[in-house]
């Protein structure tokens, strides 16, 4: 009987077309192991142990589950390449004042792509973005949504289920709609994760900065965090503002001489902006930190659209542009804020052009003026 078991044994191992042999006996080679592909760990270990096959095995593997190089670069990203706190720059592009904060995919008031968290694009593709400066190393970054979600840490089909819902709700709602529900939607992310979108754009906007300025790591704290918010802010955008791009890098290499100024082209014509451009001709080579270089960079911003609309906003960036912010940055703001003066909005009215300035200003209604708000209401209620 005991002559009869391994033969017993060994057609039952061919009848299963199981490797019998393949346990290991001292000066033979495990290469039937390789077979059993229903199995990982051993398909390592038969790779390793197979110089012939093992380069193009682990290229392979290492294609299915690597990231692509936007991922690692804002994966690998160190908090020590700056001078100034990520965390604070957070803060402030997570401020309500500045941006929105809804949980759950909204459409943009402008464009009608979906956005999440604070201002979040989640459909954008990867842009391409050449650097026009040939004495600046750093290249630029565009990820598309999809890498800036994985790079957060997010599951992407996770993504694609936000999409799916956002584009059935935009293909039932008007707009009234979705304005009368933006705040009760279900939340689809939490706050924490809204957080960690937040942070990964500003990551982005870091690398894009240094791309703007090859005299990034020249600057201050404020300086590089003003940079960092201009980027996360305008975007693509950024590459018009010809006058302020000329004057961060005052030889004038790597600005577009045919750029079209979009963001700049309403304030064109304005003392303060041709007498920004006529600075930027004369501003110095190198990075100089004096007070009277960098108010004409002030100015070179001051001078456009963007400062304008959004004026609050821009104080606070325009004022970390001073050397001496750090020292009382109230006063910094201040100083920005004389000059800066809101916009003026020019409305035709029943008797003629009004012009009313785009300060948050509350008057107080008449009595008459009231009685005629509350019927008004009444009747639409009605």
């Not at 304008?308 to 912010?325: E, F, Q």
């Amino acid at each position: 009987m005991r002559i009869l078991q391994p033969f017993a044994i060994g057609l039952v191992g061919l009848a299963l077309q199981v490797p019998v042999f393949a346990q290991d006996t001292p000066g033979t080679a495990p290469t039937p192991a390789i077979e059993q592909k229903d199995v990982p760990d051993q398909a390592v270990i038969a790779a390793r142990a197979t110089p012939d096959v093992a380069p193009n095995a682990a290229v392979a593997a290492s294609a299915a589950v690597a990231p692509n190089a936007a991922v690692r670069m804002l994966e690998e990203f160190k908090e020590s390449d700056v001078k100034f706190d990520v965390n604070e720059l957070v803060d402030i592009l997570r401020d309500r004042r500045h941006e929105g904060w809804v949980l759950a995919a909204y459409p943009d008031p402008r464009t009608s792509q979906p956005l999440i968290g604070a201002g979040f694009s989640l459909d954008l593709p990867e842009r391409p973005h050449a650097q026009p400066d040939s004495l600046n190393p750093h290249s630029f970054l565009e990820a598309s949504s999809a890498d800036l979600w994985e790079a957060a840490g997010f599951d992407p089909g996770r993504l694609n289920d936000i999409l799916n819902v956002f584009y059935e709700r935009r293909r039932k709602w008007s707009k009234r709609a979705w304005r009368r529900q933006l705040y009760s939607l279900p939340a689809q992310i939490s706050d924490d994760e809204a957080v960690q979108l937040v942070r990964v754009g500003a990551i982005q906007a870091i690398y894009n900065a240094r791309a703007y300025s090859r005299n990034f790591d020249q600057m201050n704290g404020p300086q590089q965090m003003a940079m960092a918010q201009l980027v996360y802010q305008m975007g693509l955008n950024l590459q018009h503002f010809n006058a302020f791009l000329s004057m961060i890098n005052p030889d004038g290499v790597g600005v577009p001489q045919n750029a079209e100024p979009v963001a700049q082209s309403a304030e064109t014509d304005s003392a303060m902006f041709a007498q920004a451009v006529t600075e930027a001709a004369d501003a110095p080579a190198g990075m100089d930190q004096s007070p009277e270089y960098w108010l004409s960079v002030q100015k070179s911003l001051m001078g456009s659209q963007w400062a304008h609309k959004y004026r609050t906003r821009a104080i606070s960036v325009i004022a970390m542009l001073d050397p001496a912010y750090g020292d009382d940055p109230t006063a910094a703001e201040q100083r920005v804020g004389a000059v800066l003066r809101p916009a003026v909005v020019h409305r035709r009215g029943r008797h003629g052009v009004v012009r009313q300035v785009s300060a948050a200003k509350h008057h107080s209604k008449s009595g008459k003026a009231k009685r005629t708000a509350t019927r008004a209401k009444s009747r639409k209620r009605a």
